[in-house]
């Protein structure tokens, strides 16, 4: 499934997160979409995007995800999400995260929308 709106990008996302599809979440991402992870290194591509996405799936998490606003110029939007995560760690311990992301999206030419920059916590990784 595609996304057809900047807001119908998080939506999937949750969906394929949530359900661990890694190749659908792949599919959200435009081919040299990048993603900054949390106290890494930004990753670009979808191997970059891949290994950092596989951290986290293997919390077997939940995610629920909010749109809270979204500015949209012609075929660019920033979608600013609020965010939280709970799954299990590698003990089998419970864990929790949240945060707010702050994401570019860009319309395809077939009209559908993909990530182009991913940071999960938004302006947070700005000051690490």
């Given at each position: 499934?595609?996304?057809?709106s900047?807001?119908e990008v998080h939506?999937?996302?949750?969906?394929y997160?949530?359900?661990g599809?890694?190749?659908?979440?792949?599919?959200l991402y435009e081919?040299?979409?990048t993603?900054?992870?949390?106290?890494?290194?930004?990753?670009?591509?979808?191997?970059?995007?891949?290994?950092?996405l596989?951290?986290f799936?293997?919390?077997?998490?939940?995610?629920?995800?909010?749109?809270?606003k979204?500015?949209?110029?012609?075929?660019i939007?920033?979608v600013?999400?609020s965010?939280?995560l709970?799954?299990?760690?590698?003990?089998?311990?419970?864990?929790?995260?949240?945060?707010?992301?702050?994401?570019?999206?860009?319309?395809?030419?077939?009209?559908?929308?993909?990530?182009?920059?991913?940071?999960?916590?938004g302006?947070?990784v700005?000051?690490?």
């Open positions: 499934m595609s996304a057809n900047p807001a939506e999937l996302f949750t969906r997160f949530s359900a599809n890694l190749e659908a979440l792949l599919s081919p040299e979409a993603m900054v992870p949390m106290g890494a290194s930004p990753v670009s591509g979808p191997e970059g995007i891949r290994a950092a596989n951290g799936l293997a919390l077997k998490p939940q995610l629920d995800l909010t749109s809270k979204i500015v949209q110029a012609d075929d939007a920033l600013l999400s965010w939280t709970k799954g299990t760690d590698a003990n089998r311990q419970p864990i929790e995260m949240a945060g707010q992301t702050s994401d570019v999206v860009r319309r395809q030419p077939d009209g559908t929308w993909l990530f182009v920059i991913d940071i999960p916590h302006a947070e700005v000051d690490k």
